[in-house]
C-alpha cells in the first residue's frame, strides 16, 4: 500500500458520539461515521493515524456543533455509484436548518419518483454523516424515517439546525 492509496484516519469526540474520520492520501474526506453505524466504517489495524491531515475539517465540525457553521467546505472523495454519486450530490444542496423529502431528492435529481426506494438506498449508503447531510431528509408525511446513524442522532442534528417542527 502506498501513501497515496492508504486510508488515515481520526477520531473526534462530538455531541453525537465519537465520531470517525478518514480521508486518502491526499487529504480528501472518504468518510465520516459514528459507532454503531448502519454500514459504517470500523477502524482497522493497517489505516494510519493521522490527526493533523483532519485540522480543517476537525475545526470545521466543532463550529458547525457550535451553530457557528452552516455549510462545509470539505474536498469531499467518494466512490459510489453513478446514481449515488447524483443522489449525494442532491443532499449537498439541502441548505441548513430545512429538510427536504426522498419524492424531493427524486425531481431534483430527474429520477422517477418510482425511484424512491433507490433513493432512500443510496441515502442510507451516504458515506459522509453530517457533512453530507442525509439527516435532513425526513418522509413525505413528515416522518423520520431511517438514519444510519440513529434517529435519535437524527433528531439531535435536526434540533442543532434550528429544526423545530418537521412538515
Not at 58 to 73: M, P, S, T, V
Request: hydrophobic share 40%.
Amino acid at each position: 500500500m502506498t501513501r497515496h492509496d492508504a486510508v488515515h484516519y481520526t477520531t473526534l469526540d462530538s455531541p453525537v458520539g465519537e465520531l470517525l474520520l478518514t480521508a486518502d492520501g491526499t487529504g480528501a474526506l472518504t468518510s465520516l461515521s459514528v459507532p454503531g453505524q448502519k454500514g459504517g466504517r470500523t477502524l482497522r489495524p493497517e489505516w494510519r493515524h493521522t490527526p493533523a491531515l483532519f485540522r480543517t475539517a476537525e475545526q470545521q465540525l466543532a463550529a458547525y456543533f457550535a451553530g457557528e457553521l452552516k455549510e462545509f467546505r470539505l474536498e469531499l472523495r467518494t466512490d459510489g455509484t453513478e446514481f449515488r454519486e447524483r443522489v449525494w450530490a442532491a443532499l449537498d444542496s439541502v441548505p441548513y436548518g430545512t429538510t427536504t423529502t426522498y419524492g424531493a431528492i427524486a425531481t431534483r435529481i430527474g429520477a422517477a419518483r418510482a425511484a424512491v426506494r433507490a433513493i432512500g438506498g443510496a441515502i442510507g449508503a451516504n458515506p459522509l454523516l453530517i457533512v453530507r447531510p442525509c439527516h435532513r431528509v425526513i418522509g413525505a408525511d413528515g416522518s423520520l424515517t431511517g438514519y444510519a446513524g440513529g434517529l435519535d442522532r437524527k433528531l439531535r442534528l435536526l434540533a442543532l439546525e434550528g429544526v423545530r417542527r418537521l412538515p
